[in-house]
């Protein structure tokens, strides 16, 4: 079975400084797809990057990175030069790349900027 | 582009009660999602559609809750009778296809059950 962990609930970190939100899966599907998802005080889920597990190159968008890490099963965000519209809940999700599967979500690590 | 459309955004009802909730998914998305977020927890999915048929329902208390997409386009969740667990925001979102594709979900109904 598929299985997301998130051991952080929650994480501070000061503006401008980097920050890493920690994510591992269990999956025994050689094909599949990690995200990661930002959840804002207003409930929407707003996908922030992907990474295929054939990906070579850890997957960037802006100033979110993935640490993808297959063998030990990882696929840490880092936020670099955090701002204060980064406090907000964050999700990673895993889904298989195959027809009629759905994400599954860890518990979600919430992020608090200070400045 | 308009998003993933939900209503209503709150909800409050008694248990026992029946609650329905709508989505409007991105236009041109064949693959619809319902999923269940409870406090302090991510997002389980409850039901998967494709065009109008299920792919997905394991998930879904079929004693209590049912879910259609008619003409493959808008759905309805809905409740009957409702639990004091069923307390939670229920996010709607689509994709063009299922598989490898991102899925855009919309700002969720938030349902309390007193």
């Known amino acids: 079975a598929q299985k997301i962990t998130q051991t952080q609930p929650g994480m501070f970190v000061q503006e401008k400084e980097a920050v890493t939100l920690d994510c591992t899966y269990d999956t025994s599907d050689p094909s599949y797809g990690l995200f990661w998802y930002k959840q804002p005080s207003s409930g929407e889920m707003i996908f922030l990057i992907y990474q295929g597990s054939y990906d070579q190159q850890n997957a960037t968008e802006g100033r979110y990175s993935l640490n993808f890490q297959k063998a030990r099963k990882s696929a840490n965000l880092v936020i670099s030069a955090s701002q204060l519209g980064d406090s907000a809940m964050y999700f990673c999700a895993m889904r298989a790349n195959q027809a009629g599967t759905a994400l599954i979500f860890g518990k979600g690590t919430t992020l608090s900027v200070s400045s | 582009e308009a998003g993933v459309a939900q209503s209503p955004r709150y909800k409050i009802i008694e248990k026992r009660q029946s609650v329905a909730f709508w989505c409007n998914p991105i236009s041109g998305h064949a693959t619809l999602y319902w999923y269940q977020q409870i406090l302090g927890q991510g997002p389980k999915l409850l039901i998967q559609?494709?065009?109008?048929?299920?792919?997905?329902d394991s998930q879904l208390p079929k004693d209590r809750f049912s879910a259609e997409r008619l003409k493959g386009v808008d759905s309805t969740l809905k409740i009957q009778p409702a639990k004091l667990e069923d307390s939670a925001v229920y996010l709607c979102a689509s994709s063009l296809l299922q598989g490898v594709d991102e899925q855009f979900f919309g700002p969720g109904t938030r349902l309390t059950v007193l």
């Open positions: 559609f494709q065009n109008n048929g299920v792919v997905d």
